[in-house]
């Protein structure tokens, strides 16, 4: 049996967690001027992915359950 290979997007876009997966806000890496600076400071940090993507991430990042 072959092995599988990992969509190498996902592995840099998700890091496993004990408790699921995080991962980084999206619009935050570019033409940030037009945003106020509430909105910017908001999207700081990461969040955790929702329970009905992680089937998603599972099939995406094989071996990570």
Excluded: E, Y
């Excluded at 876009?13 to 940030?32: E, M, P, V, Y």
């Excluded at 993507?53 to 990570?64: A, E, H, N, T, Y």
């Amino acid at each position: 049996m072959p092995k599988l290979k990992s969509n190498s997007g996902a592995l840099k876009r998700f890091k496993r967690t004990a408790k699921g997966f995080k991962h980084k806000q999206a619009f935050r890496s570019h033409i940030l001027t037009k945003k106020t600076t509430k909105r910017k400071r908001q999207l700081r940090g990461t969040l955790m992915v929702a329970d009905a993507d992680l089937k998603l991430i599972f099939r995406m990042i094989p071996g990570s359950r």
